[in-house]
């Protein structure tokens, strides 16, 4: 009997809505017994699973531990996992240290001796610093009787400077053409010129025990940094005072270029351009020097460092359980080649 048999009395149309109502309700009965099959089948599956898990747990591995381990681990918590790895180590690491007493070490000489060059050269490193001190106040102690010298304004020996007039030079700095007797004159103002175009600072001032006169260590409020120059040479805060008419230019006179005369040159500052600027150059040559000692001294710490942190770190208790050292002939104590021995 069909769904329009059913419904004799009613009209097609009403008919047809019927029988859509009557499909939806059968689609959700067979939607709701699909569900509940599912749902039955995972259950099923899921207890399967719990069944397979309870026959797979192990027992811990914990020194005495009588409990089921924990899902992806070892051990039933962290303290047994700690225990076990105390217990390890209480039993292999005496053993490893006997091996490692019984053998030298190549790599320890090897460290040793280096660390006997840094201090080797630490100590001459501070002696040279000491040196450079010394002629620190040695050089101003010059300066000091050089200036004490009488001015000698006789024109015969101003024009002694006045020899060279015709010679050209060209400037490192612009690469201008200048003369002879105002070279160094120039070449200065051009260094003062592009030094004072670049910065060098630093968010710290310089402490050194015992260091006098190295940088310049002005704080600049804008840029919050210390400068960095040497305090001889900055043009931005230590310039250079004008010379007097009777001052004297004080340059110690040498022969064959080192070899001191005991004189000086007593023409004014003003005027002689063979000895411009002598006190800044040799001071700065000094503290150039002083700072070059100072970084060596403290690279030599840094190689102090790094090989006494490997030193340490050799004979840890990481290495030592990591690493052993065979000893396949028992009558040998020293496994150096030798080479190294």
Request: with cysteine; net charge positive; charged share 30%.
């Amino acid at each position: 009997m069909s769904d329009t048999e059913k419904f004799p009395l009613l009209d097609p149309e009403m008919q047809e809505a019927a029988v859509k109502v009557k499909t939806k309700k059968l689609n959700k009965k067979k939607e709701k017994k699909k569900k509940k099959r599912k749902l039955m089948s995972k259950r099923k599956h899921q207890e399967k699973a719990d069944a397979k898990d309870l026959a797979s747990l192990q027992q811990c591995l914990g020194p005495g531990c009588v409990y089921p381990t924990r899902p992806g681990s070892k051990y039933c918590s962290d303290d047994c996992g700690m225990k076990l790895a105390a217990d390890r180590i209480y039993a292999i690491l005496p053993q490893r240290i006997q091996q490692w007493r019984k053998s030298p070490c190549i790599a320890e000489e090897h460290s040793k001796k280096m660390l006997e060059r840094i201090h080797q050269e630490q100590q001459d490193t501070h002696t040279r610093l000491k040196d450079l001190e010394c002629h620190f106040y040695e050089l101003e102690a010059i300066i000091l009787r050089g200036k004490q010298q009488p001015v000698c304004k006789d024109e015969e020996i101003n024009k002694s400077n006045r020899n060279n007039a015709n010679l050209q030079i060209f400037c490192v700095s612009c690469g201008q053409s200048v003369n002879m007797h105002v070279a160094l004159r120039h070449m200065e103002h051009c260094f003062v010129k592009y030094e004072g175009k670049s910065s060098f600072g630093s968010m710290y001032p310089t402490c050194i025990e015992g260091a006098t006169r190295l940088f310049c260590d002005v704080y600049n409020p804008k840029s919050k940094r210390y400068c960095k120059r040497l305090q001889v040479l900055c043009p931005e805060h230590s310039r250079d005072p004008k010379a007097s008419d009777d001052e004297v230019c004080g340059c110690p006179l040498v022969h064959n270029v080192f070899e001191f005369t005991g004189n000086f040159c007593r023409l004014p500052k003003r005027v002689c351009n063979l000895h411009y600027c002598w006190e800044k150059l040799r001071r700065a040559e000094v503290d150039l020097e002083r700072i070059r000692m100072l970084n060596k001294l403290e690279e030599l710490l840094e190689q102090e460092h790094k090989v006494r942190t490997a030193m340490t770190n050799r004979a840890g208790l990481l290495a030592l359980m990591l690493h052993e050292t065979v000893q396949h002939d028992p009558l040998t104590t020293d496994l150096r080649s030798k080479a190294d021995s």
